[in-house]
């Protein structure tokens, strides 16, 4: 077995990003009568966002999460298409035995469903979300995991063996 992989669901699988401001439109403009919503003012951090979208939620909107997961359900093909060498260097390390981790300052309920509709989620061991994703995931898998931010980085790694 392999040292592990710590993969940027964002950088190296699917960019979530233009789905999730989609969706804060689509929420700011559906739930304006019960509760307004600036997207603009929300931080770039997507954990610091769903932070203060809780606080939104809170003034009777609801389960936001639940409305982000059906929004991504229903429109993710039109955002993300699977790159067929990256999930291919997926597979090669998946095969490998290697421990995969994806991190991603998206929610939860966003990168699920991203990485079962990249073909991802049954090559992955654990997801990390949110603020600070990046180093938990790495304090998890350990000393000496390589990070792919990158497809390239990616298809390197499962080729070489090595990180970048």
């Not at 003034?59 to 982000?68: E, F, I, S, T």
């Not at 979300?129 to 499962?158: H, K, P, Y």
Request: net charge negative.
């Amino acid at each position: 077995m392999g040292q592990p992989v710590a993969i940027d669901l964002d950088g190296a699988l699917g960019d979530t990003r233009p789905l999730w401001l989609d969706f804060l439109a689509d929420a700011a403009r559906r739930y304006a009568p019960i509760a307004p919503l600036d997207p603009g003012s929300l931080p770039e951090d997507r954990g610091a966002a769903a932070e203060e979208l809780d606080r939104w939620a809170a003034k009777g909107v609801g389960d936001w999460r639940a409305a982000l997961e059906r929004f991504a359900e229903d429109r993710i093909p039109v955002y993300l298409r699977p790159d067929a060498e990256a999930s291919a260097a997926l597979r090669t390390l998946a095969a490998s035995g290697r421990r995969i981790g994806i991190f991603t300052d998206a929610p939860e309920a966003l990168a699920r469903v991203a990485l079962a509709h990249l073909g991802a989620a049954r090559r992955v061991e654990t997801l990390q979300c949110g603020s600070g994703a990046r180093e938990l995931l790495l304090e998890q898998l350990g000393s000496g995991t390589f990070v792919a931010v990158t497809a390239r980085d990616l298809v390197n790694i499962s080729v070489s063996g090595s990180g970048t």
